[in-house]
């Protein structure tokens, strides 16, 4: 079953404390991306990478971090440094082949800060 | 500025009723434009694109370069219609900008 699968769906922290989300892709997409998502704020880019070993920062990169060491593994790492953490993080994947511009997204964490 | 905008944060309508999600964009290129839906627990998907010119669950966009919009139509509401709905540029280079999304409620 192809897809987009992250990890934890829910995650309590405290502050002072980092944390990483997980995302694992098996479609093959070498682009992958995390945003985050608030009401009524839309979807807002947080790092991207469109190959192994290279990354950018997207909208919102202060006080997260990424690696992309495998093609299939994107994880997330939200540091102390970010202000407001607490929110909803999708992880997602692009076809550039073929109908091309599509994003695959996974199911979500939701990070808590308590 | 490469924009997307939504106007309307929640759209309420009745069953039967048609629906109209709103969607302008702001880009100098050949704009590529999707939308994206959100149904309750599920992951965030694709619904449709304007390229492939189809329609999916009933909706159809058309994309209009003179007013910009790509707005998203239904003739008829049906329950499970009900979502988030992400209206999206995709502008080539790995980069897609999203809008701040429309929810749609339909009711009995």
């Known amino acids: 079953d192809g897809g987009i699968t992250q990890s934890p769906k829910y995650l309590f922290r405290k502050e002072g404390q980092n944390v990483t989300l997980s995302c694992e892709q098996n479609l093959n997409h070498d682009a992958m991306y995390w945003y985050r998502q608030d009401p009524g704020q839309g979807l807002r880019l947080i790092y991207y990478?469109?190959?192994?070993?290279?990354?950018q920062k997207g909208d919102i990169a202060e006080g997260y971090s990424v690696s992309r060491e495998k093609k299939e593994s994107f994880p997330l790492t939200v540091t102390s440094a970010q202000k407001n953490p607490t929110a909803f993080y999708l992880c997602?994947?692009?076809?550039?082949?073929?109908?091309?511009?599509?994003?695959?997204f996974g199911e979500g964490s939701r990070l808590t800060v308590l | 500025a490469q924009r997307v905008t939504q106007p309307e944060k929640l759209l309420s309508v009745f069953k039967g009723a048609p629906v109209e999600l709103k969607c302008n964009y702001s880009y100098s290129g050949s704009p590529e434009l999707f939308w994206y839906v959100q149904y309750s627990r599920q992951r965030l998907q694709l619904l449709l694109r304007h390229i492939s010119r189809e329609s999916i669950k009933g909706f159809t966009a058309d994309l209009n370069k003179g007013e910009t919009s790509f707005h998203l139509k239904k003739p008829f509401a049906q329950e499970e219609d009900s979502a988030m709905y992400y209206c999206a540029l995709y502008t080539g280079g790995f980069k897609t900008i999203f809008g701040a999304g429309t929810r749609l409620f339909v009711k009995a």
């Open positions: 990478s469109q190959i192994v070993n290279d990354f």
């Open positions: 997602a994947s692009l076809r550039t082949s073929g109908s091309a511009g599509e994003l695959f």
